[in-house]
C-alpha cells in the first residue's frame, strides 16, 4: 500500500507571516503550522520507504489543483492519504490535535496507531483537500493542528506542543498503516 501526505503550502495571504513567542504560534498558522509539523516527520528515516510519499500541494484554498492532481496520478483501491491541515478548536484537557473527515478507514485501526497519542476524532469536519480524496473514494484521514482566533487571519493562535503532538502522530499512522494492506484498513460502513 502507497501511503501519501498531502499537505498545501498555500495561504490566503498576500503577506504571510508567524510569530514564536513564549510556546505560541501566531500568524498565517494555515497551513504553516502544519507545514512546522512535517518538519518532525522528515527527521525520522520512516518516509525514506519506497511506498511513502509526502507531496505538498498548491491552490487548496481555491481550487485543489494539487490535490486533484494526485488523486488523478494514484489508485484509491492501493493509496492511503494523510492530510495535514489546521482546524478552529481549542486544543482539549486530554488532546492536543484532531483527526477529522475520516473517510474509509476503520476508526479502530486509528486508535490502534496511535494509543499514546493525545488526540480526538471529530466526525466530519471542514472542506479540505480530505474531501476531495474522499470523493474520489481514497482511504483518507486529516491530522489537524488546532487553533484559536479564526483560521484565515493573521491573528490565529495555535501551541507548539500541538504542531509537536501532530508531528509525532504523522510518523506513528505511517509507520503504524505501512505494515497493513489497503484491504484491512477499510471501513465496511463507508
Keep these: 500500500m502507497k ?5 498545501h503550502i498555500d495561504t490566503v495571504f498576500k503577506d504571510p507571516y508567524c510569530i514564536y513567542r513564549g ?3 501566531e500568524g498565517a498558522n494555515d497551513n504553516f503550522a502544519s507545514i512546522m509539523a ?9 518516509w525514506l520507504q519506497d511506498n511513502i510519499e509526502i507531496q505538498l500541494t498548491e491552490d487548496e484554498e481555491m481550487y485543489m489543483d494539487g490535490a486533484k492532481s494526485i488523486a488523478k496520478k494514484n489508485n484509491p483501491k492501493d493509496t492511503f ?23 474509509e478507514i476503520k476508526i479502530s485501526e486509528i486508535k490502534k496507531a496511535l494509543p499514546k497519542h493525545p488526540f480526538r476524532i471529530v466526525n466530519g469536519g ?12 481514497f482511504s483518507v484521514l486529516e491530522v489537524c493542528v488546532p487553533v484559536v482566533g479564526g483560521v ?6 495555535t501551541n507548539i506542543k ?3 503532538a501532530v508531528g509525532k502522530a504523522i510518523v506513528a499512522l505511517v509507520e503504524y498503516f505501512s505494515t497493513k494492506d489497503i484491504a484491512s484498513i477499510r471501513s465496511e460502513d463507508d
Design 3 to 7: 501511503i501519501i501526505i498531502s499537505a
Design 23 to 25: 510556546g505560541i504560534l
Design 38 to 46: 512535517l518538519g518532525t516527520v522528515l527527521l525520522n528515516p520512516i
Design 81 to 103: 492519504i494523510i492530510v495535514m491541515e489546521v482546524t478552529e478548536a481549542k486544543p482539549g484537557k486530554n488532546h492536543l490535535f484532531t483527526i477529522e473527515n475520516v473517510h
Design 126 to 137: 471542514t472542506e479540505s483537500e480530505a474531501w476531495l480524496y474522499a470523493e474520489h473514494k
Design 152 to 157: 484565515h487571519n493573521l491573528q490565529s493562535k
Design 162 to 164: 500541538s504542531i509537536e
